[in-house]
Nanobody
Framework: QVQLVESGGGLVQAGWSLRLSCAVS????????MGWYRQAPGKQRDLVAS???????NYVESVKGRFTISRDDAKNTVYLQMNKVKPEDTAVYYC?????????????WGQGTQVTVSS
C-alpha cells in the first residue's frame, strides 16, 4: 500500500521559514510528478509547487522567489522550503504524487499538514 506522509507543518511568525517533507512509502518503483497543494478555509485546493521526475519545477506566482520544491529520489521524499512566509500562506498543505508500482501508475494524496502564519 502506497502512502504519502507529510511532516513539518506548524505555527510560525510572518517572515520566518518552514520546511515541509513528504515521504512516499510502500512498494514503489518510482515517483513521477510530485506536487504541493494547499487549501485555506472556505477555499479550493490549489497547486502551490510541482516537480517532475526530471527536476523541472513550477510555482504559483504568489510563492515564486520564496518557496522551493525539491526531491530526493533515493529517499522517495519531496520537500517544500518555505521562506519569508506570509499570513496568506496559512492553509493545510497536501502532498500529491504520481507513483509507479507493480500494479501500475496511480495518483496519491497525503493527509495534509497545517501551516499557520501569524502576523
Amino acid at each position: 500500500q502506497v502512502q504519502l506522509v507529510e511532516s513539518g507543518g506548524g505555527l510560525v511568525q510572518a517572515g520566518w521559514s518552514l520546511r515541509l517533507s513528504c515521504a512516499v512509502s510502500g512498494n514503489i518503483f518510482s515517483a513521477d510528478f510530485m506536487g504541493w497543494y494547499r487549501q485555506a478555509p472556505g477555499k479550493q485546493r490549489d497547486l502551490v509547487a510541482s516537480i517532475t521526475s526530471g527536476g523541472t519545477t513550477n510555482y504559483v506566482e504568489s510563492v515564486k522567489g520564496r518557496f522551493t520544491i525539491s526531491r530526493d529520489d533515493a529517499k522517495n521524499t519531496v520537500y517544500l522550503q518555505m521562506n519569508k512566509v506570509k499570513p496568506e500562506d496559512t492553509a493545510v498543505y497536501y502532498c500529491y504524487g504520481v507513483v509507479n508500482t507493480a500494479w501500475g501508475r496511480n495518483q496519491y494524496w497525503g493527509q495534509g499538514t497545517q501551516v499557520t502564519v501569524s502576523s
